[in-house]
């Protein structure tokens, strides 16, 4: 059964005169699948992966379509069945581990809440899935890590120490929102590695929201390439990377894997495939 339907799912910025966000968006994600939700800034990325974790902001509105988990359409179930899923069935590893963590708490009370509140673990059976965790996401040192406050540690410590919590909930899917932006480039192929082994050992499926078409071919099984909130291109990561249809696709490929920064050196995407791109798309200016 295939786990994740989004089934043209459209939504407007009330912030922003009610301009659409995400045009009949579909895509599916089949049980340990890793899907890359590709896009540039703005492409409506995090507002898919928003509306699947149930965190829209107030001033996005959907407008129609479907979110089926299993069968569940998670856009009309009512509040209490949604915070059972979220965190548990579906759990996310953010962008900014700074952030994301509680400065004010050690390690392991944020490692073990989920696992007592949503997995219903005693104390000291929480505590031994959470070094377990630490160990599988190669801590060396759990016990010393469980007992540390956040600042204690490294950009990527703290990326594997999130990395531990979404997957000690057993979820059947993570998402995961550009989780390696805020790292350097080392620490990044590291967690990229990491994200995909404990995805595999775990057979969970991912959404793996990326500016990064590096990170696609490296990671990700299919892929989901957005423009202004409409789906232009997806397949089999190999597929449509060796034989993209849209000329849009084509030029993100020869911009190379950073085509978001300019600045790297590389070709940019041709203005003709933007106006192609708006005349298909009907937008007036960009
Ligand atoms: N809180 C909000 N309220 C209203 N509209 C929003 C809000 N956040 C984003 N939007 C609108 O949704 C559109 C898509 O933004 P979204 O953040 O989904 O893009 P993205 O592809 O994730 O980009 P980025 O890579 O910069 O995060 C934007 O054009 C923005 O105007």
């Given at each position: 059964?295939?786990?994740?339907?989004?089934?043209?799912l459209?939504?407007?910025?009330?912030?922003?005169?009610?301009?659409?966000?995400l045009?009949?968006?579909?895509?599916?994600?089949?049980?340990?699948?890793?899907?890359?939700?590709?896009?540039?800034?703005?492409?409506?990325?995090?507002?898919?992966?928003?509306?699947l974790?149930?965190?829209?902001?107030?001033?996005?509105?959907v407008?129609?379509?479907?979110?089926?988990?299993e069968?569940?359409?998670?856009?009309?179930?009512?509040?209490?069945?949604?915070?059972?899923?979220?965190?548990?069935?579906?759990?996310?590893?953010?962008?900014?581990?700074?952030?994301?963590?509680?400065?004010g708490?050690r390690?392991?009370?944020?490692?073990?809440?989920?696992?007592?509140?949503?997995?219903?673990?005693?104390?000291?059976?929480?505590?031994?899935?959470?070094l377990?965790?630490?160990?599988?996401?190669?801590?060396?040192?759990?016990?010393?890590?469980?007992?540390?406050?956040?600042?204690?540690?490294?950009?990527?410590?703290?990326?594997?120490?999130?990395?531990?919590a979404?997957?000690?909930?057993?979820p059947?899917?993570?998402?995961?929102?550009?989780?390696?932006?805020?790292?350097?480039?080392?620490?990044?192929?590291?967690?990229?590695?990491?994200?995909?082994?404990?995805?595999?050992?775990?057979?969970?499926?991912?959404?793996?929201?990326?500016?990064?078409?590096?990170?696609?071919?490296?990671?990700?099984?299919?892929?989901?390439?957005?423009?202004?909130?409409?789906?232009?291109?997806?397949?089999?990561?190999?597929?449509?990377?060796?034989?993209?249809?849209?000329?849009?696709?084509?030029?993100?490929?020869?911009?190379g894997?950073?085509?978001?920064?300019?600045?790297?050196?590389?070709?940019?995407?041709?203005?003709?495939?933007?106006?192609?791109?708006?005349?298909?798309?009907?937008?007036?200016?960009?």
């Amino acid at each position: 059964m295939t786990l994740l339907t989004i089934d043209a799912l459209s939504a407007v910025s009330l912030r922003d005169d009610n301009r659409p966000v995400l045009s009949d968006v579909s895509l599916t994600l089949e049980p340990g699948e890793v899907r890359g939700l590709v896009g540039e800034s703005g492409a409506g990325k995090s507002t898919i992966a928003k509306a699947l974790l149930a965190m829209l902001p107030a001033t996005v509105k959907v407008t129609g379509g479907h979110i089926r988990f299993e069968g569940r359409d998670l856009l009309a179930l009512p509040g209490r069945a949604l915070r059972e899923i979220m965190g548990n069935e579906i759990t996310l590893i953010p962008q900014d581990p700074q952030t994301a963590l509680n400065p004010g708490r050690r390690i392991e009370a944020q490692l073990t809440d989920g696992l007592r509140l949503k997995r219903g673990l005693s104390g000291s059976e929480a505590r031994k899935v959470a070094l377990a965790m630490l160990e599988e996401v190669y801590i060396r040192d759990p016990e010393r890590v469980m007992r540390a406050y956040p600042h204690e540690l490294s950009g990527g410590m703290r990326q594997r120490v999130l990395i531990a919590a979404a997957f000690a909930m057993r979820p059947k899917l993570v998402v995961a929102d550009e989780p390696t932006t805020a790292l350097d480039v080392t620490v990044q192929k590291q967690i990229l590695r990491l994200i995909r082994q404990m995805q595999k050992a775990h057979g969970t499926a991912v959404l793996f929201v990326t500016h990064d078409l590096g990170v696609v071919a490296q990671i990700c099984d299919s892929v989901t390439l957005l423009y202004a909130g409409r789906v232009i291109e997806q397949g089999r990561t190999t597929d449509v990377l060796t034989n993209p249809r849209h000329a849009y696709t084509r030029a993100l490929i020869a911009a190379g894997p950073r085509y978001d920064r300019p600045d790297a050196g590389l070709e940019p995407v041709p203005d003709a495939v933007f106006a192609q791109l708006r005349a298909e798309i009907g937008e007036v200016s960009r």
